[in-house]
């Protein structure tokens, strides 16, 4: 029996995700899709040409550590930016504005999957994949487009924290359903239990500021980068334990350390490992998916993205200007609002591996895939193009 050269495998997956990744920026979009399309092109699903396969990785087991990992870092940075003091300071207006957004995407997105078919839990994991706007995708691009220092980015910001918050307290609820639901006493264990955990973890990020700052005061940059790593990672893990999502217990982690000093030190030891893992998530997300069931819902996929995506234009530039923003800045809000990423992909890995039906672990997943590849383009495509927006805005006010 010969040894599989892993070594050799992760070379050749890391640079042609590299290739991919440059490719993608050349032409102006996110690095998320291509990273999926190489993962589904070098995995289990790959194509066979003239007798030969493209299939590198059988299985994406010797990479799930980092792929989880990758999980752990991106919702503990999405946490890392949640500024508790400003949404206090400011929460009449960024809760009026998320009211509007998720008012109408959330529904919206349950009612697309109760359409299609998909029982009541199925749609609301649907509504939740649906209307979650990609961080990832929207920060990069704001930066790109140099719109990062304009008014509406705080509100665009603001209205994304509030949709990841609202993501990841249905999630923890679904989740714990799926994870250890089977009959009510059960139910109501798991969710008394996933509450305590989550609600320790809050108290924690609002008021032990302090303690935290003064518990990686760590001279040493590498055992400070070894100690949040390790931190989040042992929390998260026992988030897990105890019935929660990890991904949800590293987001409240990351808005902890988010309310100390140490933020811009984190940003600059850790921001590169979270992108290594982060790369090699989405790389397995592509391993975990079949073309074939991609394009078997690629009509659910199309219409879930024409509805959504006219759903999310409305209620971004209203939300907009309910926070006070102009008709600009306010059809800019809306575009910006359009792509969809990292949330999505983190709660349809989930529903890969605990799903209890064959919509929940194959169905969902693969659909998530394709909403998540064409909002991502159609996203940022939409971002450069904001003016359309705003002139259809123009001649509805003036009309």
Do not use: C, H
């Given at each position: 029996m010969v040894t599989p050269n892993l070594v050799l495998t992760a070379g050749l997956f890391l640079?042609?995700?590299?290739?991919?990744?440059?490719?993608?920026?050349?032409v102006?979009?996110?690095?998320?899709?291509?990273?999926?399309?190489?993962?589904?092109?070098?995995?289990?699903?790959?194509?066979?040409?003239g007798g030969v396969s493209f299939t590198l990785v059988e299985s994406p087991a010797f990479v799930r550590l980092l792929a989880d990992l990758g999980v752990v870092l991106l919702l503990f940075f999405v946490g890392l930016e949640l500024s508790l003091?400003?949404?206090?300071?400011?929460?009449?207006?960024?809760?009026?504005?998320?009211?509007i957004d998720i008012g109408v995407s959330l529904p919206l997105g349950i009612l697309v999957g109760l359409a299609f078919g998909f029982s009541l839990l199925e749609a609301?994991?649907?509504?939740?994949?649906?209307?979650?706007?990609?961080?990832?995708?929207?920060?990069?691009?704001?930066?790109?487009?140099?719109?990062?220092?304009?008014?509406?980015?705080?509100?665009?910001?603001?209205v994304v924290v509030i949709e990841d918050i609202v993501t990841a307290a249905?999630?923890?609820?679904?989740?714990?359903?799926?994870?250890?639901?089977?009959?009510?006493?059960?139910?109501?264990?798991?969710?008394?239990?996933?509450?305590?955990?989550?609600?320790?973890?809050?108290?924690?990020?609002?008021?032990?500021?302090?303690?935290?700052?003064?518990?990686?005061?760590?001279?040493?940059?590498?055992?400070?980068?070894?100690?949040?790593l390790g931190a989040t990672a042992l929390v998260a893990g026992i988030g897990l334990a105890a019935g929660v999502s990890d991904a949800i217990v590293a987001f409240v982690v990351g808005a902890s350390f988010g309310q100390t000093s140490h933020v811009a030190r984190?940003?600059?030891?850790?921001?590169?490992?979270?992108?290594?893992?982060?790369?090699?998530?989405?790389?397995?997300?592509?391993?975990?998916?079949?073309?074939?069931?991609?394009?078997?819902?690629?009509?659910?996929?199309?219409?879930?993205?024409?509805?959504?995506?006219?759903?999310?234009?409305?209620?971004?530039?209203?939300?907009?200007?309910?926070?006070?923003?102009?008709?600009?800045?306010?059809?800019?809000?809306?575009?910006?609002?359009a792509p969809r990423g990292e949330f999505s992909l983190v709660i349809a890995a989930f529903l890969v591996t605990a799903g209890t039906t064959d919509a929940l672990r194959e169905t969902i997943p693969a659909f998530t895939?394709?909403?998540?590849?064409?909002?991502?383009?159609?996203?940022?495509?939409?971002?450069?193009?904001a003016h359309l927006v705003e002139r259809i805005a123009n001649r509805y006010a003036n009309g």
């Open positions: 640079t042609i995700l590299a290739v991919g990744g440059l490719v993608a920026l050349r102006g979009q996110s690095v998320i899709p291509a990273y999926i399309l190489v993962g589904s092109l070098l995995g289990p699903f790959a194509p066979t040409v003091a400003s949404l206090v300071r400011k929460r009449a207006r960024f809760v009026r504005a998320g009211a609301l994991f649907v509504g939740l994949i649906v209307f979650n706007s990609s961080t990832v995708i929207i920060a990069k691009s704001l930066i790109d487009l140099e719109w990062i220092a304009n008014p509406e980015s705080e509100a665009i910001l603001g249905v999630f923890a609820v679904l989740s714990a359903v799926v994870l250890g639901a089977t009959d009510v006493a059960t139910l109501g264990a798991t969710l008394g239990q996933a509450a305590v955990v989550l609600l320790v973890l809050g108290v924690v990020a609002y008021y032990g500021e302090g303690w935290i700052d003064r518990a990686f005061d760590i001279r040493s940059g590498e055992l400070f980068l070894l100690g949040v984190i940003e600059s030891l850790l921001a590169p490992s979270r992108d290594l893992f982060a790369a090699v998530f989405f790389f397995v997300i592509g391993l975990q998916t079949n073309p074939r069931v991609v394009v078997s819902v690629a009509g659910v996929v199309a219409v879930a993205v024409v509805v959504t995506l006219l759903g999310q234009v409305v209620s971004g530039f209203f939300a907009g200007r309910s926070y006070g923003l102009s008709v600009e800045q306010a059809s800019r809000m809306a575009s910006a609002l895939v394709g909403y998540v590849l064409l909002t991502s383009v159609l996203g940022t495509v939409l971002m450069r193009n």
